[in-house]
T-cell receptor, first 111, second 114 residues
Framework: DVKVTQSSRYLVKRTGEKVFLECVQD?????MFWYRQDPGLGLRLIYF???????EKGDIPEGYSVSREKKERFSLILESASTNQTSMYLC??????????FGDGTRLSIL | GDSVTQMEGPVTLSEEACLTI???????????LFWYVQYPGEGLQLLLK?????DKGSNKGFEATYRKETTSFHLEKGSVQVSDSAVYFC?????????????FGKGTKLSVKP
């Protein structure tokens, strides 16, 4: 079974902090994705990566950056956290053209 | 651009009732279509998929048929159980896209009462 592991289930940070969310997959997938999930809005793509050191902006990249130094790890970075970034963050991975597999999510609160 | 529209919830049913969650899409090209399910406190899991017109995806008693003429992919189950209570997401992916990006509907919350 594919395992996508997000480093924290719950995280509380303060406004202005730099926040790192980590995601690791164990299936050698080329593609990795970061989404945020908000009530009434569904899932929105923040960034994705189709190879090591490659990244592409999704629909809502503002205020975020990403890092993919190794194939199995994809990090989401909130450069200066703000309260409107309080959300559920979901990481996913996939082979090219195949369904995505999701982690359990990180519920992030920015105070 | 491509988009997915699914019926708004919440949907509340009694156990053993029939379920239909409507999903329609707008896409250029020939998308693959998916239903994902999210149980409370968990991430999304792939429930079923269909990659071309008239394909029927099925899993755990759920079914959905890819209807190109009506651009729809409605999720159905003949007899729901309490354990089916979850949020269901319809999604599409441009099958020719190399990255396999998904576009999701907003989700439909299903509650099944005993």
């Amino acid at each position: 079974d594919v395992k996508v592991t997000q480093s924290s289930r719950y995280l509380v940070k303060r406004t202005g902090e730099k926040v790192f969310l980590e995601c690791v997959q164990d299936m050698d997938h080329e593609n990795m994705f970061w989404y945020r999930q908000d009530p009434g809005l569904g899932l929105r793509l923040i960034y994705f990566s189709y190879d090591v050191k490659m990244k592409e902006k999704g629909d809502i990249p503002e205020g975020y950056s990403v890092s993919r130094e190794k194939k199995e790890r994809f990090s989401l970075i909130l450069e200066s956290a703000s309260t409107n970034q309080t959300s559920m963050y979901l990481c996913a991975s996939s082979y090219i053209g195949q369904p995505q597999h999701f982690g359990d999510g990180t519920r992030l609160s920015i105070l | 651009g491509d988009s997915v529209t699914q019926m708004e919830g919440p949907v509340t049913l009694s156990e053993e009732a029939c379920l239909t969650i409507n999903c329609t899409y707008t896409a250029t090209g020939y998308p693959s279509l998916f239903w994902y399910v999210q149980y409370p406190g968990e991430g999304l899991q792939l429930l079923l998929k269909a990659t071309k017109a008239d394909d029927k995806g099925s899993n755990k008693g759920f079914e959905a048929t890819y209807r190109k003429e009506t651009t729809s992919f409605h999720l159905e189950k003949g007899s729901v159980q309490v354990s089916d209570s979850a949020v269901y997401f319809c999604a599409l992916s441009d099958r020719w896209g190399s990255q396999g990006n998904l576009i999701f509907g907003k989700g439909t919350k299903l509650s099944v009462k005993p």
